[in-house]
């Protein structure tokens, strides 16, 4: 959420936040609310003081009563006073809650996706001297997956990788994290059971009603739990209500876990292949830094993930995210997206965003200035390390031979037992 001392000196640049996002706009009366709030503290406090002043004055009194009836006379008051408060804080806390991020100047204006800009292009898209096969192809002819049989028992949107592909999925998966833990990034094993709270301090949800979540997210019933969607959730609140030294930051943490979406609104799409599922496998990219390093911090995990990219020796571009794409809390953003043959199309595969001070003021994750002392909110920012099995479709669908087997990347040969390719005939 945004500092209310920056909305009120700064009110044309958050209504043009809202507009660029396309958000609601509730800046002029975020405001009208907050000058009440702050008439009614002034106005309780004083007859508060005067109400004591009273009290104070009827033991010595010679008539009592007129003191006494002014005194409940003003309690009342003080009372309806506190109720009003009450009142607007409540609006005024929802209302500041749906206020977007101030994206960056140099994020692309526009509605949706089809404003994104494409930033570079790494790698030309594959080219094959035999009719390539999609990712569920080469999945069936590689008995690789049982898609009909783990939708009877599972139901829809889930999976189940079998043999050589799963040995591939892990592998990815453990390459991934110990190339962050070699660039400094510690490595977490996150739970994916949290509180709903957990996921309304990141910042992906508007207004202060938790209930809105309710959509998106798996709710454990009779329980005060639900299921993350990423492990973003776990580390944005790990450091909640601390306040940091200036010398720990940044912090950067590699977390994986398992990943947990309804993908409400998502029907119909990508319902054919590894593309969307309610379960998912992640490693995330997160960082508490302070927010000058915050450009710089987002080019480090940025390239991270483009190293990745290649490692896995896939043709990608990056895309600088459009105001309307990027989402309520970014500053900025930029997928990365891989070349995906069967969908002559670049599709993504992480996403990487700047979030500012936006979620440390939900968690209260601050760190102590060395020169002054002063404390101040950190910044944070993260980024898709891999997504499974997502990752899987462009890696076997561009390493692919005639025969239906898949050359194995030479960075994952060594954690595949040393095997070149996987599948095909030999199956």
Known sequence: MLDIRFIRENPDTVKNACKVKGFEDHVDEILDLDTRVRELKTITQTKTAE??????????????????????????????????????????????HRVPQIPSPDAPIGADDSDNVEVRRVGEPTKFDFTPRAQWDLLDMNNWWLPE????????RTYCLMGEAAELQ?????????KLISKGFTFIECPSITKPQTIFDAGHFMGSDLSVMNNDVFMLTDTDRC??????????????????????????????????????????RDTRGLARFHQFNKVEQYIYCKPEQ???????????????MEDLELPYRVIANSTGDMGFNKVKMNDVEAWVPSENAYKELGSCSSIGTFQARRTNT?????????VKFVATLNNTGIAVPRALVPVIENHQNADGSVNIPKKLQPLMGGRTKIGGKHQ
């Not at 760190?367 to 002063?374: K, P, S």
């Open 294 to 308: 915050s450009d710089e911090m987002h080019e480090h995990i940025l390239n991270n993930l483009c190293e990745v």
């Open 227 to 268: 299921l993350a969607g990423t492990a973003e959730i776990i580390l944005n609140s790990l450091h909640s209500d601390e306040i940091l030294p200036e010398n720990a930051l940044p912090i950067k943490y590699a977390g994986f876990s398992p990943c947990f979406r309804k993908e409400a609104g998502a029907a119909g």
């Open 51 to 96: 109400k004591n002043k009273i009290t104070r004055e009827i033991p010595t009194a010679t008539d009592k009563a007129p003191l006494i009836a002014e005194s409940k006379k003003i309690g009342e008051e003080i009372a309806a006073d506190l109720a009003e408060l009450a009142e607007k804080e409540e609006k005024l806390n929802d209302l500041l």
């Open 149 to 156: 049989k783990i939708g009877q028992i599972c139901g829809t």
């Open 366 to 374: 601050r760190y102590r200035e060395n020169a002054t002392g002063d």
């Open 170 to 178: 892990l592998a990815i998966e453990t390459y991934v994290i110990q």
